[in-house]
């Protein structure tokens, strides 16, 4: 990738950010992959076009519902030509937000982490759920399960919504929750026209200038989401995923502490990794 003329102010997990002025930045989206909040040593080739691609369509299509950190400018406005086109796939130009402090999830099935804290107390975050539910089962109604937001090599944990409440303050959180559900519930019935269950998601929010909640970040994207088909779907099992829970998976078998350095991914599981976020690109915005 070239070289952008621009100052970098963060170099996360997955996206770098550079500076634009006072109210706008770039974001750009690598190629590269974190599993376990470790990021791992092979990048996944194209996958940050990808997740781009997938977060503008879902952002676009749940603009009715709350505000995006979308400026309304390209990378051409900002960038030179040559420098536009290198990036121009997985790069967007942004508003530069106030970040909530707390990561908003939303499940609608009964896995991952979730399913472990389950297993163990019959809740999860604090939110009693019914008994004998298995594994990869649809829950009555979408629950909001916010988590910490660690910094880069830490580990985000689940927390309740009075410790949410706590951390960000009482009014933010109960609306957080609200627009998370409400993103959450619109593109979980989009996807299952497209045969794709969304059994859980992350969203990131922030707040403008004016103290509005803006939703930011990416959205609905393999890397934040656990998407499976609803042909290979069955509850009781660990269903096959359509996203990055695919080499989760493969992770949690080698052997690894989830503490770094991550193993090396083989070069087969890359690429059927790869196959995974096109296929969801493909089916989500055909």
């Known amino acids: 990738m070239n070289t952008i003329s621009l100052k970098k102010i963060y170099s996360g997990k997955v996206r770098d950010l550079y500076e634009i002025d006072e109210q706008s930045m770039l974001i750009v989206a690598s190629d590269r992959l974190s599993a376990f909040d470790v990021i791992l040593n092979e990048p996944i080739p194209q996958k940050g076009e990808i997740l781009t691609q997938i977060s503008n369509f879902w952002f676009e299509k749940l603009s009715h519902i709350m505000p995006n950190h979308f400026t309304g400018q390209t990378v051409y406005d900002i960038l030179p030509e040559e420098q536009a086109r290198t990036i121009e796939r997985r790069a967007v130009v942004a508003k530069r937000l106030q970040p909530v402090k707390i990561e908003a ?65 009482t009014d933010l959180a109960e609306q957080v929750r609200s627009k998370a559900i409400a993103l959450y519930t619109e593109a979980a019935a989009y996807a299952e026209t497209r045969g794709i269950i969304i059994c859980d998601t992350k969203f990131e929010f922030g707040l403008d200038e004016n103290g509005t909640l803006t939703l930011m970040d990416e959205v609905l994207t393999p890397d934040s989401s656990r998407f499976w088909s609803e042909n290979t779907y069955q509850p009781g099992t660990n269903p096959p995923s359509f996203d990055k829970q695919f080499i989760r998976d493969w992770l949690e078998q080698s052997g690894w502490n989830k503490q770094p350095p991550a193993p090396a991914v083989p070069q087969d599981i890359i690429e059927k990794t790869l196959a995974k976020y096109r296929e969801a690109l493909d089916v989500l915005t055909a």
């Not at 939303?106 to 399913?115: I, N």
């Not at 979408?142 to 309740?160: L, Q």
Request: aromatic content about 8%.
């Open 105 to 169: 999830i939303v499940r609608g099935y009964l896995a991952g982490s979730g399913w472990k804290e389950y297993q163990k107390t019959g809740s999860i975050c604090g939110i009693r759920l019914p008994e004998n539910l298995r594994e990869a089962e649809q829950l009555p109604e979408a629950v909001f399960t916010p988590s910490t937001k660690a910094e880069v090599g830490g580990h985000d944990e689940n927390i309740s919504f009075e410790q949410c409440a706590d951390i960000i303050g």
